[in-house]
């Protein structure tokens, strides 16, 4: 089925509003195709109020995990944590591309969708799960996690997406998976029913270059994502493939080329397998965040104290949100076992209920 590749780098004031572009266009790079014979414009229009919401979100998400290994090297988060920074553009473009309405599950790098997804900081540092999993599951309205399991969350994105057709809402899922998941056999054995049934499902290869430390040179014969899908065409932006899906036309393959500034999760250094001269040179020529700073001011649709007052504003509201979840108190232990079952379960299982005393049978 059709595959499209994006590359997910994103080209209050004394002045007033009128000294201010409105909008502007800029041209983007071709995306490269594959089994469809037409893809997106090559010209993206951004509005003013569109390029500071999407600043405004990246820096929140960047600010976030930088509290967020901040907070697990102070050993107050405890357990996996997987930091999203650097990638911060495919969570906002893909975001921007679809509808609240819409369905998203991802793996176990979930920060920021769950953010996007309309959770508050603070409740991400807390836990939305009560503790359960710690940073690894996280759930809103509409997004289904936050999966610990290397490739598992595809074929149950290929599901959400069978009971849209179903219901024939016109809604899409987007099932996300990294470089390092993108040879398991579940993913294929997904897009083989996604493309038999004309599903309405964009699965998106979120390329970060490492499957934890190993390059993708070194782990995949082929590195050109977007065209696994081989029968399912494969492109590169997001409100393409949308509308692809939207009109019945099946399933969609995308691969987004980013890169993460952390490890693979807070236990990896991140620097035995790549240099740290490698990692600044993304940084300085390729930050999502810098580049559509750098963009809107270029253009005129935005101020340096402007933009310098929404970053002082997002530094609060994380410190904010980190102090609120330090001083909340933990769930009680009784709150261990719930949420196993959706109601009462119909037996009595071994081990669901901690002050059950287990009984021997010899």
Known sequence: FPVLLSHCGMV???????????????????????????????????????????????????????????????KIIRGFCHLYDGQEACAMGIEAGINPTDHLITAYRAHGYTFTRGVSVREILRGVAKGKGGSMHMYAKHFYGGNGIVGAQVPLGAGVALACQYQGNNQVCVALYGDGAANQGQ??????M???WKLPCIFICENNKFGMGTSVERSSASTDYFK????????????????????????????????????????????????????????????????????MLSNNM?????????????RKVIEDAA????????????????????????????GTNPWVKLKSVS
């Open 228 to 295: 696994r899908g081989d029968y399912i065409p494969g492109i590169k932006a997001i409100k393409f493939a949308a509308d692809y899906c939207r009109a019945g036309k099946g399933p969609i393959v995308m691969e987004l080329e980013t890169y993460r500034y952390h490890g693979h999760s807070m236990s990896d250094p991140g620097v035995s397998y790549r240099s740290r001269e490698e990692i600044q040179e993304v940084r300085s020529k390729s930050d999502p965040i810098t580049m559509l700073k750098e963009r």
């Open 12 to 74: 209050a004031s004394t002045r007033s509003f009128a000294d201010f572009t409105p909008q502007a266009s800029f041209d983007v790079k071709k995306c490269e195709l594959h089994r469809l014979e037409e893809g997106p414009s090559e010209t993206a229009v951004l509005t003013r109020e569109q390029g500071l919401q999407y600043y405004r979100t990246m820096q929140t998400m960047r600010r976030m995990e930088l509290k967020a290994d901040q907070l697990y090297k102070q």
């Open 187 to 192: 993913i294929f054995e997904s897009f083989n």
């Open 323 to 350: 102090q609120f979840a330090i001083s909340d108190p933990e769930p009680p232990l009784d709150e261990l076992c719930n949420h196993i079952f959706a109601n009462n379960p119909p037996m009595e299982v071994r």
């Open 302 to 314: 935005a101020s340096v104290e402007e933009i310098k007052e929404i970053d002082v504003e997002i």
């Open 194 to 196: 996604a493309a038999l």
